[in-house]
């Protein structure tokens, strides 16, 4: 099925097609790895896996997925360095050695959201590669040589900047967001990973060393430029190395328009010659109460956090899931308590098929309801509209009553809508294990205790007590169980 996606490049919705025919490849801007991420992070990580699967699943593409690891940036240094308080106890110790304090926490954060992410459904199997950006120094270096070399950076105080006037007279700086050049001063620069449109300079491609901050060597026209990275430049590197431009698909938060994803054009067209790729795919933030989540505005959850409350992984994932990418997304308790009521309802359907064994019920039309649920994944991931098909085939079909060839055909249909939504369970329906009230539990020892005593007056009374709370005793010679009515 051909699959139609908003490219934010071009604002408008175009039907994919892809470089090379069947394949798809797609790059998503990673977690930067200083801190534990928080779940509006993982909107746009549950973003991008809904779109690789959507486009193995109804695309039929086979999909190569990179997402990044941002393990040097503003954030992983100043986190990393002694005395932050960032460090904990279970991180290790820290060392006199920078690029080793980096290195522990950074692997520390990664590897709990590796874990987290496996929590939410995202399957590792479906990458085609995690790289950390110190793992593509040498590249990221290779490619400000070339931008230098072709007249649009320049070096300064041991930095090394992206000329964006310069960059201006012979391209468009702005594809992506719209830029007032108004209040631009020619020269002006930048040296924070992150700032405002309104802030819009020249960028840093390499940073020259500050005291006590990791560092690698690096050479260039001549001059030795001891430093780091500047954060734009990693992705730009990565994308080349591991995929070669233009790829199809680039994915991130829409806060990563500018500066991130317009740095990364304007670098790899200077250095390259080539635009990086076709589609760029932006989902809109989580908020908490109207307002984006983010570590900053102190208004955060992470996952942790979530599971601490006892809450589901995977109803975060269907809660998110619920809603269209391309709208803001409000968090709350109550929002992920009807996502679990929902999940569950399909979840008891699909026990329902597997349980029914009727084998001469009504024929259900499961290939339409199949054909519309895909559509609307098609049509720009529409999960919401995918999701009322799916509600409604459950409002109107009692999987008791279907006959055997539709239970079947229904069967495969929710096998093949969790390859999108990645939640449901196919094997048997687990006994639920039903909390017994401590009230109960405590009247139900009494009378055991009553029975020891052989004052069985007591123990009946109790017994009738338990029942008319709606619980049974069951006694054998040595125990007795509690069951609900
Ligand atoms: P970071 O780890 O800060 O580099 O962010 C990782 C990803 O999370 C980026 O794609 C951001 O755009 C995205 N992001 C950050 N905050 C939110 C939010 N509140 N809602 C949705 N996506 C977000
Ligand atoms: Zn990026």
């Not at 702005?174 to 990973?193: C, E, H, Y």
């Not at 790829?247 to 304007?266: N, Q, S, V, W, Y």
């Not at 908020?287 to 959850?301: D, H, R």
Request: hydrophobic share 35%.
């Amino acid at each position: 099925m051909k699959i139609s996606v908003y490219n934010s490049l071009n604002k408008q919705l175009e039907e994919l097609s892809p470089v090379r025919e069947n394949e798809v490849k797609m790059y998503s801007c990673g977690p930067t790895v200083y801190n534990y991420a928080h779940i509006g992070n993982m909107r746009s990580f549950l973003f991008a896996d809904l779109v690789q699967r959507v486009l193995r699943v109804v695309g039929k593409y086979d999909v190569s997925w990179v997402m990044n690891i941002t393990d040097i940036d503003d954030k992983t240094i100043r986190d990393s360095a002694k005395n932050s308080p960032a460090w904990l106890n279970d991180m290790g110790e820290q060392t006199d050695e920078p690029k080793d304090n980096l290195k522990k926490l950074t692997e520390f954060y990664q590897d709990s959201f590796l874990d987290d992410i496996g929590k939410l459904g995202i399957d590792v199997e479906h990458f085609f590669a995690l790289p950390c950006a110190t793992d593509f120094i040498d590249e990221m270096q290779e490619l400000i040589r070339k931008i230098h070399k072709n007249g649009y950076a320049y070096i300064s105080e041991g930095s090394v900047y992206f000329d964006v006037n310069k960059w201006r007279k012979d391209d468009v700086y702005g594809k992506l967001f719209k830029i007032d050049f108004d209040n631009f001063r020619a020269g002006s620069r930048v040296d924070s990973d992150e700032y405002e449109k309104e802030n819009a300079s020249d960028f840093v491609l390499w940073k020259a060393l500050k005291e006590n901050e990791p560092f690698w060597e690096f050479e260039i026209d001549g001059v030795s430029c001891p430093g780091r990275p500047g954060w734009h430049i990693e992705c730009s590197a990565m994308e080349y190395e591991l995929f070669g431009l233009p790829f199809d698909i680039h994915t991130g938060g829409i806060d990563l328009k500018f500066p991130h994803h317009e740095d990364e054009i304007a670098q790899s067209k200077a250095g390259y010659g080539i635009e990086p790729t076709k589609y760029w795919l932006h989902n809109e933030f989580l908020e908490v109460e109207g307002e984006k989540m983010s570590k900053s505005a102190g208004n955060f959850f992470t996952l942790r956090d979530l599971e601490s409350k006892g809450i589901d992984p995977l109803d975060i994932r269907f809660s998110m899931l619920s809603a269209h990418y391309s709208t803001k997304f409000n968090f709350t308790f109550q929002g992920i308590e009807s996502a679990k009521k929902a999940r569950k309802r399909v979840q008891d359907f699909i026990y329902d098929l597997l349980e029914s064994d009727n084998k001469d019920g009504d024929n259900v039309d499961v290939e339409k309801v199949k054909l519309n649920i895909f559509e609307e994944l098609a049509n720009d991931f529409h999960t919401p509209k995918a999701l009322a098909g799916l509600f409604g085939l459950i409002n109107s079909t009692n999987p008791k009553s279907v006959s055997e060839s539709s239970r079947i055909e229904l069967l495969a249909l929710m096998n093949d809508i969790n390859h999108i939504f990645g939640i449901w369970d196919f094997g048997e329906r687990p006994i639920e294990i039903i909390d017994i009230p401590a009230e109960i539990t405590e009247l139900a020892a009494q009378r055991w205790n009553a029975k020891a005593e052989r004052n069985f007056q007591l123990a009946d009374e109790l017994r009738k007590a338990i029942d008319e709370k709606g619980y049974i005793i069951k006694d054998t010679k040595t125990e007795y169980e509690i069951i609900k009515k």
